[in-house]
């Protein structure tokens, strides 16, 4: 599995947008075959962050991902919308498919 982060900071008049704006690049990416999962997050300390994670099933699926015309467009479209260039982690996580289950948590009964 591919796993990746990434940090995007919002220029302030984008912040109640960003999520709108970019709704087809989401929905297009967790249509694609490789996609294991897509979720956006807003910091709760800063609201102009947020945080994508995203999986991919192998590099072969982030490569299509990348090369993606949808890619090509949701980059276009945040380019106008951040503050500061993104930071990111990918990391390959060999073996992995998806979410575990948390060991030390679970619903109360």
């Known amino acids: 599995m591919i796993f990746i982060a990434v940090r995007f900071t919002v220029r302030p008049e984008y912040r109640d947008q ?3 704006l970019v709704d087809g690049f989401t ?3 967790r249509a694609e075959p490789g996609n294991l999962f897509f979720d956006w997050s807003r910091d709760v ?3 102009d962050r947020f945080v ?3 999986a991919f099933a192998d590099a ?3 490569a299509a991902h990348v090369g993606s015309d949808h890619f090509a467009a949701g ?3 945040m380019a106008g919308a951040i503050a500061a260039t993104p930071e990111i982690i990918n ?3 060999p073996g992995r498919d998806g979410w575990d289950a948390m060991a ?3 619903p109360r009964a």
């Open 18 to 20: 960003w999520l709108t």
């Open 27 to 29: 929905r297009a990416t």
């Open 45 to 47: 300390e800063d609201p």
């Open 52 to 54: 994508l994670l995203e």
């Open 60 to 62: 072969e699926a982030g």
């Open 75 to 77: 980059l276009e479209a």
């Open 91 to 93: 990391a390959e996580l």
């Open 104 to 106: 030390e948590l679970t």
